[in-house]
Structures are given as C-alpha cells and as structure tokens.
C-alpha cells in the first residue's frame, strides 16, 4: 500500500504545533479604527446599516479614542459629519479651523497626544452641499485643478489641528503633490501623508453613506476606479509614490486581495488597505442571522488582508479586534 512521504499535516496535530508555524499573526497596532463625529450632536447616534458603529459627539470621541488606545490600537481615522446647515458648493467648512473636523483632531490630540497615530480623512464630500469629493465645474463635473487648491489648505489646517497623518481619499490627479508641497511651505515636513492610492467607485461604501450623512447626486466614476482593472492601480501607486506618499492604501480591502498583493510587491513604503463600511456590514448581518460565527470571520477577515501584503488595516472592528487578538496569542 503507497503512503504519503511528506505529511503536512503533522504540523497541523497540536494547538501548540499549528502556532508554532502560523505564517501571519495580525496585531493590535497594525489596525485604524475610523471615527464618525458629528457637529452639534450632545450625544452618540447609531448608524443602522453599521450596527455598533456610531456618528460620535465630541466628547464620546475622546472617549472611544481613549478606549482604542486602551486596547492598543495603532491610529485613528477621523471622519467629519458637518450639519446640512455647514455644507456649502466647495466645501469650505472642510478648511475651517472651527469645522467639525479640526475641531475633532483638537479635541482627540488633547485625550491621547502622541499615545497612538491620529490620523484625518482629507476630502471634501462630506462638506459639500452636492457631495462630491472636490468643487464643481459649470459643466457639473468635478474640477480636479480647482479642487486640488482647497486640498492644500485642507491639509494645512489639519496638520495645525496636530494631525499625525492626512489620508486624501478624493482621487484627483496630482492631489499628493500639493498637499506635500503645501504641508511643507507651511512648516509642516513631519506631517505623514497616508495616500488612497488605489480607490475604486465600488458599491461598498454605502454603510458610510449613511455615516456622513453623504447628499450624493450620481456617482464617483469619473474620479474612482473602476473594478476590474489592476494595472491603473499600480499606475496610481506610482504616482503616488513619486509625489512624496508616506503610506499608500487599497480601498475596498478583502474584494481587492489581488490588488494589496501586486501592491505589496511593488512598492518598499508600508501599504494599508481599508476594510470599508459595506465589509463590515455584510459580516455584521450574516452574524445577526446566525449564519457566521461572527468574531472568527472578523479574525479571518484582517488575518487574509494582512497575508495579501497590507501591513495596516483601516477596520470598525479595530478597538473589539484588538481585544479579541490579545485574548488570542
Ligand atoms: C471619502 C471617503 C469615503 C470612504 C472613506 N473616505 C467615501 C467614498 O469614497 O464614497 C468610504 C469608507 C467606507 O465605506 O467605509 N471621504
């Protein structure tokens, strides 16, 4: 009778054995929570299509940037909600000291200092009345030189908020460049940029639709990228890269495995991918129904983002994950 030589599975016999030679082990300071706050709110609000994620007021996000820290979390992502009343054609509550945003970088430095990495969404959708990610032309299509302006600023009062790290997340042509360019004229060298290098126009953001409240008209395709193609995504690292990109990022993240992987490959600065809003939700509703053991497929989920080469991970689970993994290994 022929028997197998070689037997795998030995290394697979014990808990102790199956650790022993685990290839990828996620850690807590590899994981980003991103935090929604929300203007004029006294108290957190639930968002229902991200069930356990809330729009923060600004005291409850002192709190949860204190209890991400707790649980030794790497960074924050800050998200700001303005109210309809602070939204206007080019987004200009985005650029405000005063704007929600800035006031929330403030507000979290003040609680965790240089504890953890705090970290700000550069883009304007969530300030503009028609929420689009950068100022209308006459025609209606986004204005990339005119959006990349305001960026800049953008930029500048977050770093003077004291953000560790900016992450534009607009996909205009060339947004890295002035953002660098403009950090540095106003002193600001040591700020990080964390590049949404390749962002695609999926149908896996409308959870943070709801989030920021968003009054999109139409779509982002003229700006994002369209899901099937690859190589436009190098194309868009590199470019990156060659602007003075610190971090670059993958956005959606466990659809575009693929994507981090080729990534991974061909850049030496870290690669980040995000886990967006309707990857979590997919996960939290199968769990709701009882058709997944829920706090595995979470596990898994990072471990398989991780392994496809993203070395920090924008994730709602960060605070829960942390805690799960320290429980673990
Ligand atoms: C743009 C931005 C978006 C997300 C992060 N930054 C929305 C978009 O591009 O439409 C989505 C994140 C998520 O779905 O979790 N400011």
């Known amino acids: ?156 009062a977050q770093a003077e908020a004291g953000a560790h790290v900016v992450g534009p997340s607009g996909m205009m042509d060339g947004q890295i460049g002035v953002i660098r360019k403009g950090l540095d004229r106003a002193g600001f060298q040591d700020v990080a940029v964390l590049a949404y290098a390749a962002k695609y126009a999926g149908a896996f953001y409308g959870p943070f639709r709801e989030a920021v409240e968003s009054t999109l008209q139409g779509d982002r395709r003229t700006y994002q990228q369209d899901p099937g193609n690859i190589r436009e995504a190098l194309r868009e690292v590199e470019l990156d890269v060659a602007e003075g990109a610190d971090v670059v990022m993958v956005k959606p993240a466990l659809p575009y495995l693929d994507v981090i992987a080729a990534v991974r490959d061909r850049v030496d600065i870290p690669v980040a991918a995000y886990q967006v809003s309707g990857e979590y939700a997919m996960v939290e509703a199968a769990a709701a129904n009882g058709w997944i053991d829920r706090e595995r497929v979470i596990l898994e989920s990072l471990t398989s983002i991780k392994r496809a080469g993203a070395q920090i991970i924008l994730t709602y689970w960060a605070t829960e994950a942390a805690h799960l993994l320290r429980r673990r290994y």
């Open 1 to 156: 009778m022929p028997y197998p030589e070689i037997r795998p599975r030995r290394l697979r016999r014990t808990a102790a054995l199956r650790r022993l030679v685990e290839e990828t082990r996620v850690a807590p300071a590899e994981l980003v929570l991103p935090l929604f706050v929300k203007e004029g709110l006294t108290e957190p609000r639930p968002i229902s299509s991200l069930p356990g994620v809330v729009q923060h007021s600004r005291e409850s996000l002192r709190k949860a940037a204190h209890e991400a820290v707790g649980a030794g979390v790497g960074g924050l992502m800050l998200f700001g909600v303005p109210e309809q009343a602070s939204k206007d054609e080019t987004g200009s509550a985005g650029l405000d000291p005063d704007g929600i945003l800035n006031v929330a970088i403030r507000d979290v430095i003040a609680e965790v200092g240089d504890a953890t990495v705090v970290m700000s969404d550069l883009c304007l959708d969530e300030f503009t009345s028609h929420g689009h990610c950068g100022v209308l032309a006459p025609d209606g299509s986004v204005d990339n030189d005119a959006t990349l302006e305001l960026y800049a600023q953008m930029g500048m």
